[in-house]
């Protein structure tokens, strides 16, 4: 079965500071990831995802990840944070074989950044 | 506009009294899905849809129902709701792509009470 662990709860950094929230990922093919952000209140919005190629991979707001196949993992990354930053992190993996149309999420880590 | 739509946006109802909380989408997706989203356990998978009349359980079904019978529509039944029910309910749509389906488009939620 798959899954994605993000380990921490919660990740606090000042702004300006780069960031870095992290995802580890477990399926059986080959992995199709995306990482999604939530701000208050609202929906579930689409960051950045990898199908294949480029191991960097460059999304909405500045954010971008790197998928790292021996690891398993694939952590988000900003440079420079921003207070409008802080909002909850969900990274999401499905098999990219297709048959298998599930898509699974972690729990989501909250990040705050303070001015 | 592209989107994903949910009504109600907020439901208070009692045990047992049947309810259905609508989803629509304008995008012309082959995929839908419900998801709900509870603190601690991330977005968990309700059901999803592949097409009109093509439904399968997602991780947890149980209390639940849905159809298909329209492709922009993916309505969400309780039939008889209990308090376990009570969280904040997603509707989401994907189109498909390279190595199976897109990225998901989320609704703005349902945020559900059952007393």
């Known amino acids: ?13 000042a702004e300006g500071n780069p960031l870095t929230v992290k995802c580890t990922y477990s399926v059986s093919g080959n992995p199709y990831l995306f990482w999604y952000v939530q701000y208050p209140n609202r929906g579930l919005q689409f960051l950045l995802k990898y199908i294949t190629g480029d191991n960097l991979v460059k999304g909405s707001y500045g954010f971008e990840a790197e998928f790292n196949k021996s690891q398993t993992s694939f952590h988000l990354k900003k440079p420079s944070a921003l207070v409008s930053d802080s909002a909850l992190y969900f ?10 149309s599930k898509l699974t999420f972690g729990k989501g880590i909250t990040l705050s950044v303070r001015p | 506009e592209a989107q994903v739509t949910q009504n109600p946006r907020y439901l208070i109802t009692v ?14 997706h082959e995929y839908m899905s419900w998801y709900r989203q509870d603190p601690g356990l991330g977005l968990r998978q309700i059901y ?3 097409n009109v009349e093509v439904t399968d359980k997602g991780d947890v079904p149980e209390g639940y129902k849905v159809s298909r019978k329209e492709k922009r529509n993916f309505p969400l039944i309780l039939e008889s709701p209990s308090p376990n029910q009570t969280s904040l309910y997603f509707c989401a749509s994907s189109s498909q792509g390279q190595g199976g389906w897109n990225e998901q488009f989320f609704g703005p939620g349902t945020r559900l009470t059952v007393l």
Do not use: H, I, W
């Open chain 1, 1 to 13: 079965a798959q899954s994605v662990a993000q380990p921490e709860d919660q990740v606090n950094v």
């Open chain 1, 91 to 100: 990274c999401a993996v499905r098999d990219f074989a297709g048959a298998n």
């Open chain 2, 15 to 28: 045990t047992g009294k049947k309810l259905t909380v609508t989803c629509s989408q304008n995008m012309n």
């Open chain 2, 48 to 50: 999803y849809s592949m």
